[in-house]
């Protein structure tokens, strides 16, 4: 078992939540690449580097595809939306359900809010941050109540749509990274240093 930091785990939320941003040359550079890259190695998963690296390298203009990839999963396919990235929609069936309330109220509870001008808090960005947020803290009860309740019951529906949909590997490879991270301990490995 790999006995992993609090704070390594939340910079690997963070990196996730990075991941799901609009892609922009500002983070998606050889750096974030590299990064990726170890990561992938770390976990020993060589079918899914090679996948990505094969697909960069072969691009015309790596960063052009991801933003026409991201646009056409998460923001608007033909003739739908392929994978909201908000939970509400998997749970509520709408977008601003009451599974967005209730992801706010779990953020209030445990003292933050979201800036006036952010997206919804069910989005996917927000809740993999607040979950770094509560890695870094080392809060094991929230971050499991929060897993259990907010975050997990709608995020495997969210990663199949993507993995069965995915043209580009990166997308398919940072659900599964999302996935594995928040499986319960005895599933992967990884658990919070709560000496």
Request: charged fraction near 25%; aromatic fraction near 12%; charge should be negative.
């Amino acid at each position: 078992m790999i006995e992993t930091p609090a704070e390594h785990i939340g910079t690997l939320f963070r990196f996730c939540a990075q991941s799901m941003h609009y892609p922009e040359a500002d983070w998606f550079t050889n750096q974030y690449l590299d990064s990726l890259y170890l990561l992938l190695d770390a976990l020993d998963a060589r079918q899914e580097k090679e996948s990505i690296e094969f697909t960069i390298a072969t691009s015309d203009d790596p960063l052009e595809d991801l933003q026409v990839e991201y646009t056409r999963l998460f923001i608007n396919g033909v003739p739908h939306v392929i994978a909201p990235p908000y939970g509400s929609v998997y749970i509520d069936r709408s977008l601003q359900g009451l599974h967005a309330e209730k992801t706010l109220r779990f953020y209030r509870k445990h003292g933050y809010d979201l800036k006036d001008d952010a997206d919804l808090p069910d989005h996917l960005i927000h809740q993999l941050e607040f979950l770094a947020i509560l890695s870094e803290k080392n809060d094991v009860a929230a971050s499991n109540d929060f897993l259990r309740t907010i975050f997990l019951p709608w995020f495997s529906r969210f990663e199949t749509r993507v993995r069965q949909e995915a043209k580009h590997p990166f997308y398919s490879v940072i659900a599964q990274l999302i996935d594995y991270l928040t499986k319960e301990d005895d599933e992967h490995g990884i658990q919070l240093d709560e000496a």
